[in-house]
């Protein structure tokens, strides 16, 4: 989710996270390194995880399947925020709303990871719900019209994925609704944080 972010801020609407002053490849790298921290280096600990028998699923199922892997994903998120807040000097003084979006994000993953230790909350709408969140925010925020019709497919994909949820029996409807608020709350209290 947070790939497909800042796909749409960075290249639709590149002023709202102040990176409009970058090239188009600038950009690309800076979308990379998003993919790598909060995708593909995630992922691959999740499937370590798997394979050393630490948790029984890649699906994380259960609430003990869930704890270790959201845990030390904030942990990863944590690490990308602070290096794009502290570390990338050029982005982190030219753009900061970055970092803080970044920081949004690890906070909806560590707050799924709590609630994990006693109820199965689900992340897929949490992070669907910080999309939504954020780009409407931005959108308000900014008065940024071209955010509209992508803000419009990103509801409706919103609501596939959490049928998708309640059709697998994955959660209930107060789990999928608990997510896409949380995720709702969280990111639309990161935009209006913004300077």
Do not use: C, K
Request: no cysteine; hydrophobic share 55%.
């Amino acid at each position: 989710m947070p790939t497909l972010l800042f796909g749409i801020l960075l290249f639709q609407a590149p002023y709202t996270v102040g990176v409009d002053v970058f090239s188009a490849s600038v950009r690309g790298s800076l979308l990379i390194l998003i993919f790598i921290g909060t995708f593909a280096v995630p992922s691959l600990l999740i499937y370590y995880l798997f394979r050393s028998g630490y948790v029984q699923s890649l699906y994380l199922n259960t609430l003990a399947d869930r704890r270790l892997p959201y845990f030390l994903t904030a942990a990863i998120y944590t690490g990308v925020t602070v290096f794009f807040g502290f570390r990338m000097e050029l982005v982190s003084d030219i753009a900061p709303q970055i970092a803080i979006l970044l920081g949004s994000v690890t906070v909806s993953i560590l707050l799924v990871g709590l609630i994990s230790l006693y109820w199965q909350i689900s992340a897929h709408s949490v992070g669907i719900g910080g999309v939504v969140g954020t780009l409407a925010g931005m959108a308000v925020r900014h008065s940024t019209i071209e955010l509209v019709p992508t803000l419009a497919a990103i509801i409706a994909i919103a609501g596939l994925v959490l049928s998708a949820r309640l059709h697998l029996n994955a959660h209930t409807t107060g789990q999928t609704t608990a997510g896409l608020l949380l995720g709702l709350l969280v990111s639309l209290s990161a935009v209006l944080w913004m300077v």
